[in-house]
């Protein structure tokens, strides 16, 4: 019932910006926690950021949340992460996904099928 569509994603020069953006259908953003992961080539599926149904946000690492910042619309009813000063092992699959409660494993209810994020050097 809850469907996540990805986009945003592209190639982009160390130390460039890129904003993605996660449109929600199916349920309101914020009855919704809801988290951004990526997957590196050769490598598992990490947490990156997390916002839960009060607005409260989590990030992986403390200087991941110097650069990165998770928001959501909810007059758009869109998730965003803001991504500055991108570095090449930013590279990756970024997914959106969506669950009851927030969770920084990849156990999370609801997945979109991912934008590619290629940082160069």
């Known amino acids: 019932q809850v469907q996540l569509v990805e986009s945003g994603g592209g190639l982009v020069q160390a130390g460039g910006s890129l904003r993605l953006s996660c449109a929600v259908s199916g349920r309101t953003v914020s009855s919704l926690a809801m988290g951004w992961f990526r997957q590196a080539p050769g490598k598992d599926r990490e947490f990156v950021a997390g916002?839960?149904?009060?607005?409260?946000?989590?990030y992986s690492t403390e200087s991941l949340k110097g650069r990165f910042t998770i928001s959501r619309d909810n007059a758009k009813n869109t998730l965003y992460l803001q991504m500055n000063s991108l570095r090449p092992e930013d590279t990756g699959v970024y997914y959106c996904?969506?669950?009851?409660?927030?969770?920084?494993?990849?156990?999370?209810?609801?997945w979109g099928r991912g934008t590619q994020v290629t940082v160069s050097s």
């Open positions: 916002i839960g149904r009060n607005g409260g946000t989590l």
């Open positions: 996904a969506a669950a009851r409660f927030l969770t920084t494993s990849s156990s999370m209810d609801y």
